[in-house]
């Protein structure tokens, strides 16, 4: 029985979801840097299921152009970026170092110490996590020397200032875990995704002025992006013939996985190829036209 649809992070064959018509599905695109050398495919993409938003792309990383070894990374959807003509997927901003040290990815492995440890990879600070550290060392601080009055006060001062200090102190480190989310709420995810390595918005940035601003694509950038739509309602309720496609992917065998996988990238060879073979029909019939 597959798990994953119980999971919060989901891979989206194996998920309730699909991306919304219209939008691009990245999903067997090149991954090329900024020079245009190329890092690897999109073979899949991960889903927060609670938020309904697209969060990672795996990435099989290619050997060929950046000499990168053969395996699986994590890369956050807000260092893409869609090429502005071709179905290319850009990471302007990654270098082979920090792809370099990655951890490989792992499906039935998506913790928040494998987030943390694929953001850390790009740079990002563990802010979250020495936030909650922090609060540990104030709760210690309290029997600190920190704490206690001048010498020169008398005994009995002494003891007063003392309580009062530590009753403060104690006030202080409580108000601190109050203000800081308990690592797997919903405020804990909501700090965490919270940050331009998540806003797949960017993901469209070179390609803004092919998407209409529409009621449902106004807001924030955190609003807008790569959204899904659920292919069943409530109730496990089969809605029509993409549902079903929906529920078939996500109890695919592994081998069938692997083929699916392989149509997408012939799918989208094809399609670069016919792009391709277009652009220099084109190029020719102008020649002989200015001929």
Known sequence: MDEMKHRRLQELDRSDFEITKGEPDIRGWDVRNDAGLKIGEVEELIVDAQQKKIRYMVVDLDHRDLKLPDRKVLVPIGLAELHKEDDDVLLPAVTVDQLS?????????LTDETEQQVCTA???????????????????????????????VNERKEEANTTRL????????KASKTEIPAIGSAEYYGNFYQHAFFN???????????????QETKGSDYERGLRLWELRHEGDTLTDDASA??????????????????NRRRDYEERRSKKKS???QRI???????A
């Open 245 to 262: 496609t929906g529920r078939r992917n996500r109890d695919l065998s592994d081998e069938s996985r692997k083929e699916l996988i392989q």
């Open 101 to 109: 040290i990655l951890p490989d990815y792992d499906g039935d492995n």
């Open 200 to 214: 797949d918005y960017n993901l469209y940035k070179n390609r803004q002025q092919d998407r209409s601003l529409t």
């Open 284 to 290: 020719n019939d102008e020649g002989l036209q200015e």
């Open 122 to 152: 790009f740079g990002r600070s563990q802010s979250v996590a020495r936030n909650i550290v922090g609060a540990t060392t104030s709760e210690e601080a309290t029997d600190n020397d920190t704490f206690r009055p001048e010498r020169h």
């Open 166 to 173: 530590k009753e403060e102190a104690s006030d202080t480190v």
């Open 278 to 280: 277009s652009i220099i």
